[in-house]
Structures are given as structure tokens and as C-alpha cells.
């Protein structure tokens, strides 16, 4: 039996995580924050032109507007020419269907897509395999402490997406963050839009070269950063 996500709505369509206090995007703009956080802090558009396959990993699916994103850029490429592309996401409190639509329909250019991975939305504990023609989305659903250990493939490039370090720690700890390490593939990289102190000495410590950026809207910083050493310990 899985655990259902405990929503809230702000601004009518904005939706709010009572259990972590936080709400799972910007209110400055969910498809913004996406694109400048997440896609352009892992160089993913120069990325898809340049490999035969990739694989995306993502701590928090939430209504899964990183995927529906990330799937969008890819579709932008000629057939011939996008890599396999293998996403992989973890989530402990899914959304149920309808929540995911009433989250997503502000953006109808991503309700296409959402509506693929919800034509297969039957959760159950562990991982379930969306194929859809052109990716292929492996959602772990359950703690991402356990099941990172099980993950299909590494990872090329990391969403570390976490509801607010404060509210949500077991999300950002070093020994998750390790895991994520050791589930890179050599120089993969990662980013998240968050700058705190603690959350960047575990990716430090983790084994991962960290960098501040830019932060989106109002955040003055974001981290990104890339494996440049062996297996961590």
C-alpha cells in the first residue's frame, strides 16, 4: 500500500505539501524554475546532441513536471538524431492522477506527456516501468534511502530535488547523498536549487566537486557540480 501526498493548493494551481511545509516548485514559475535549475544546471539541451543515450535521475517526482520537461527538450530533436533517453525517479508520497492533472493543466503543452505516464499510473511499493515511444520512466516509489540501491541504471545526470533541506533532511543526508555518488557515471553531473551550507559539505564530502550559481527568482545562490573522482567510501 503506498502513502498518498498530503496537498494543499496555493494560487489555486500551485500545490503544497502539508507534511513538508513547502510547496513542490516556485511560485516565481514551476516550468522556469525547472528549465534554469535542473535542465540548464546540468547542461542537458547540449547534452542530448551529443550522446547516443541518457540517463536522468531525480530525487522527489512529485507531479513529475521535471520529466514532462526534460521529455519536451528531447521531443524538440529531430527523430533521428535524440538519444535513448532513461529517466529515473523516486518518490515516497505520489500524487494521485487527478492532483498530477491539476497541477500540470497551466501548461498544456505538457499535459500530452503527463497524460502518457497517467494512461500506466498504477502505483505500487517498489519500482514501476513506464515505456513510453521515446524514454523510458523507472519510478521508485517508496524511500530513496532503500531503494537507490536497486537502481536500474547510473546515473548521467542528477535532479536533486528534495522538498526544503530543513523540512525534509532525510533527503539531503550524506549518506543518501554518497549513494547518489556511487549511482553517477563518471563526470555526471548534478543540481539543485538549493544553497544551504550543510547540503553542500555532504555533497563535498559525498565525493562530488561542488559550485555555487546563480540562483532562480529571488534565490540568490543554487549548487551544481560533477564526479571527478572514483567511488566514494
Not at 70 to 95: C, G, N, Q, W
Amino acid at each position: 500500500m503506498t502513502e498518498k501526498a498530503e496537498l494543499e493548493w496555493r494560487n489555486e494551481d500551485v500545490p503544497f505539501s502539508s507534511r513538508f511545509d513547502d510547496t513542490y516548485f516556485s511560485k516565481a514559475g514551476g516550468r522556469e524554475e525547472t528549465n534554469y535549475v535542473f535542465v540548464e544546471g546540468n547542461g542537458l539541451e547540449q547534452r542530448m546532441t551529443q550522446v547516443s543515450s541518457l540517463v536522468v535521475a531525480e530525487l522527489g517526482f512529485g507531479s513529475g513536471l521535471n520529466f514532462y520537461e526534460t521529455v519536451l527538450h528531447l521531443r524538440r530533436l529531430p527523430k533521428d538524431t535524440r538519444p535513448a533517453l532513461t529517466f529515473i525517479s523516486f518518490e515516497l508520497y505520489p500524487m494521485a492522477e487527478e492532483e498530477i492533472r491539476k497541477t500540470i493543466r497551466p501548461w498544456p503543452e505538457l499535459m500530452p506527456i503527463a497524460e502518457e505516464v497517467l494512461c500506466h499510473w498504477q502505483l505500487k511499493q517498489g519500482w514501476m516501468e513506464v515505456a513510453l515511444e521515446d524514454v523510458t520512466l523507472c519510478l521508485g516509489v517508496g524511500d530513496a534511502n532503500e531503494l537507490i540501491k536497486t537502481m536500474p541504471k547510473a546515473a548521467d545526470a542528477w535532479y536533486l530535488d528534495g522538498f526544503n533541506p530543513s523540512k525534509n533532511p532525510e533527503l539531503w543526508s550524506e549518506e543518501l547523498l554518497r549513494a547518489v555518488f556511487d549511482q553517477t557515471n563518471e563526470q555526471g553531473t548534478f543540481a539543485t536549487y538549493t544553497a544551504a551550507g550543510w547540503v553542500r559539505r555532504n555533497l563535498q564530502a559525498a565525493g562530488f566537486a561542488v559550485e555555487r550559481a546563480k540562483g532562480f527568482g529571488t534565490k540568490r545562490e543554487m549548487l551544481k557540480g560533477r564526479k571527478i573522482a572514483g567511488p566514494s567510501s
